[in-house]
């Protein structure tokens, strides 16, 4: 697929929205038209339909349609589906994959596998509550089920539920060896101040195993980069940025970190060619979108009005799934300094990651308003996390205080 | 099943890295038993129902949608449902166009319809993917009288039932029509202009002064010519400008309607213009016009009932017209010789309504507050 030619028709698409009427009307936008030509291609599908993936994906939709009770076949569609969501950055593959689990979906006490893979696809769309309970439910039948344990860590991460992530840590710890429970603990003692001791910890089990998936290492090594930027080491961070961006996947997560350490090191021409063909997803056309913005470059602002419409339409979605990248976008691109406090604030009653805590420390700054950065600042205190920034906009607020 | 674990606790974190979920974009428009409306879907969730990329090279083009629009149509329009009075209404689809929306390309098909039983509300049951995509959504566009309402639908909520206010044509014209009355009673602007013009009506001006005319059918027919003229410039106007052809400043309009009150009533006290009163009536009128658009404006025009609105407004502004010069016209005829009539109503009210009215002049050019009109 030719992503530089989706990314010129996209930019072009947008360019007809900078034109057609502002209103964000449910019919979206103004002018539907009849093409002149029959060879007008209007879409790139991301799965051709003769991929190897693509044909997987069909005959097992076919086993599943002949026996839709058939679990262990509704479990590997799903499966394939979430890791296509993960790859393609497009939550539809969500929306398939819990399709395929329809007969367990509204069950009380669904199958193990059933229940983890509903967890999963949870917590996806943000159902935290939702996820941590099926999780809870599926340790508690099943204390050996690792990928159980390690969702509810990420789940109790993204909360900042420390000493419930490390229960979490330590309860895979006695299943799992090496680098996954390492990996685990290395996480959580890398945000919670510990970011040294996380580092050779994590570091050195991963120079122990020799047969790690490109998606693992792209993992460990994003986190040793962002270990060694709370470490102050921001040499060492980029050698493991441009470690992680060499391997042979696709990993979103990624390039967002990888572009953030670019743009905060003030070098944003060198964003630009990384995310040139990722003008669909949303997170990081935010950052392609604040580089071209620091350059002065004339795709900005067709940028910026395709962020507000992707934002605009979210809304009337009833969505709150970007609320931190919508917060971003008010603060840098638009300057709506209260609304991205707003955003940034409810935000936070649902997830409190370090960029989470950032992006609320930044708008309350911007508000001069140390006040309503507490949340953040309270956990800046209590989790002793350590990144240079985030405490030097800390400090700056807590000057600001009479 | 080992990588996974791991790399679970990156998936967590960027669960928010997502691009837009799939939507549909559905417009309808109710008015009686008749339906109508627009939906956009996207090829890509398309292509995943019914399958559109024929020749399996992962580009959708213009002519595979094309070849697929019998199926689009059937497919989807099997999952709309509208009910009116516990009746289905059949919905076809009449045309078939495409769009760019933010997050890639949508066919959008028309269609129409109609419901066996007009009611007061309409049910509608939307299901398009609810089979295969539990996430998708509906954002619906409800149009009714002129009034617009928005609906989610999802699995969850699928079935949804919209209350429609029966507002009849009839309804909506004698609404416009009482706004167009009650306009000219509290626009003083245009009242006094109409007042200036008509008091000198029931007199002639002859060898340099106001003599009392002698018969009605002139004083009548002067006063017929000016109301006409008035009515039929500020209809032009009123039209040009409801219909945006037309659009000039406010403030511009509204200084130069109070420039027209005065020099109407100072004429009458220093006449330069006796004859053709009219002409200036009708002059006069193309700027009050505008001054009535802006009223219709704010109000709000139906694009579906733009004529019926803007008639209705017309004539309740004539009415209204018409009920001041019939209250004035005999009580004028019939004072006319009068010491009271002569001087102080003609003269004296020509002065008062012209520095009045050169205060709003001041107010409204150079945006001051003098007095409140």
């Known amino acids: 697929m030719s992503t530089i030619r989706t990314y010129i028709i996209g930019t072009v698409t947008d360019w007809l929205r900078v034109f057609a009427l502002a209103s964000v009307a449910i019919t979206g936008h103004a002018a539907p038209y009849v093409p002149k030509e029959d060879s007008l291609v209007l879409e790139h599908l991301p799965v051709r339909p003769n991929d190897p993936v693509a044909r997987e994906l069909r005959q097992l939709r076919a086993e599943l349609t002949a026996n839709p009770r058939k679990r262990s076949t509704a479990i590997r569609l799903a499966e394939r589906y979430f890791s296509l969501a993960n790859s393609e950055g497009d939550p539809r593959y969500v929306g398939y994959a819990q399709a395929a689990l329809k007969p367990w979906w509204d069950l009380t006490a669904p199958p193990l596998d059933a229940l983890v893979m509903r967890a999963i696809l949870k917590q996806y769309s943000h159902d935290f509550s939702g996820a941590r309970q099926d999780l809870a439910a599926a340790t508690h039948e099943d204390p050996g089920n690792a990928r159980a344990w390690s969702w509810r860590a990420a789940i109790d991460m993204v909360q900042a539920n420390y000493e419930q992530a490390r229960k979490d840590c330590l309860a895979l710890r006695d299943i799992e060896s090496d680098l996954y429970a390492v990996g685990c603990l290395a996480y959580l003692d890398g945000t919670t101040g510990k970011a040294a001791t996380a580092y050779s910890a994590l570091s050195e089990a991963f120079a122990r195993g020799d047969d790690n998936s490109p998606e693992l290492k792209v993992w460990v090594l994003t986190r040793l980069a962002e270990m060694s930027l709370r470490m102050g080491n921001t040499k060492q961070a980029e050698e493991h940025f441009r470690a992680a961006y060499f391997e042979p996947i696709n990993d979103q997560f990624l390039l967002a970190a990888y572009a953030d350490f670019l743009l905060d090191q003030g070098r944003p021409d060198e964003v630009m060619p990384l995310l040139v063909d990722w003008f669909r997803s949303d997170i990081l056309l935010l950052r392609l979108a604040l580089a071209e913005k620091a350059l002065k470059a004339p795709k900005a602002a067709e940028h910026i009005e395709a962020l507000r419409s992707r934002f605009d339409a979210a809304a009337l979605r009833g969505d709150k799934l970007h609320q931190q990248e919508e917060a971003r976008f008010n603060l840098y691109l638009l300057g709506s300094k209260e609304k991205a406090l707003a955003l940034a604030q409810e935000n936070w009653k649902l997830q409190r990651e370090p960029r989470d805590a950032r992006i609320l420390l930044e708008t309350a700054l911007a508000m001069n308003s140390p006040a309503a950065a507490k949340d953040a600042l309270d956990w800046l205190e209590r989790s002793g996390h350590e990144d240079p920034g985030l405490r030097k906009t800390a400090q700056q607020l807590k000057v600001l205080k009479p | ?373």
């Open chain 2, 1 to 373: 099943m080992k990588a996974l674990i791991a790399v679970s606790l990156a998936l967590a974190a960027s669960s928010a890295l997502a691009h837009k979920p799939s939507d549909s974009y559905l417009a309808i428009s109710v008015e009686g038993t008749a339906v109508s409306g627009q939906w956009d879907i996207a090829l890509r969730d398309l292509d995943f129902a019914i399958g559109l990329d024929d020749d399996g090279d992962g580009n959708i083009t213009w002519g595979e949608v094309k070849a697929h629009h019998a199926g689009i149509a059937a497919y989807s329009l099997a999952r709309l449902k509208l009910r009116s009075g516990g009746a289905d209404c059949p919905l076809h689809a009449t045309a078939f166009l495409a769009d760019d929306h933010s997050d890639g390309a949508y066919s959008v098909m028309r269609f129409e319809g109609a419901c066996k039983i007009e009611s007061h509300a309409i049910e509608i049951s939307y299901s398009l993917f609810a089979d295969i995509d539990p996430q998708h959504k509906g954002l619906l566009r409800l149009e009714h009288g002129g009034g617009t309402r928005t609906g989610i639908f999802s699995p969850e909520r699928a079935r949804q039932s919209f209350e429609l206010e029966r507002i009849s044509a009839l309804t909506q014209f004698f609404d416009y029509a009482r706004e167009g009355v009650w306009h000219i009673w509290i626009g003083f602007d245009h009242i006094l202009f109409l007042l200036s013009l008509l008091l000198p009506a029931v007199l002639v001006f002859a060898g340099g002064r106001w003599a009392a005319v002698e018969r009605f059918p002139p004083a009548f027919w002067d006063v017929f010519k000016i109301v006409t003229s008035f009515t039929v410039a500020h209809s032009i106007t009123l039209s040009l400008a409801a219909l945006g052809v037309i659009s000039l400043p406010s403030r511009l309009v509204e200084s130069a309607i109070a420039t027209s009150v005065v020099l109407a009533a100072l004429n009458n006290v220093f006449p330069l213009v006796h004859g053709r009163r009219w002409v200036v009536a009708f002059f006069f009128g193309l700027v009050h016009g505008f001054g009535f658009a802006s009223v219709l404006r704010d109000l709000g025009l139906p694009q579906n009932a733009l004529l019926i609105a803007l008639v209705g407004f017309n004539l309740g502004v004539e009415v209204g017209q018409l009920a001041i010069v019939s209250a004035f016209l005999p009580a004028a005829y019939w004072l006319r010789a009068t010491w009271l009539y002569r001087r102080l109503v003609f003269i004296g009210g020509s002065l008062a309504i012209s520095s009045v009215a050169g205060i709003w002049f001041v107010e409204r050019a150079f945006n001051m507050k003098i007095i409140t009109p």
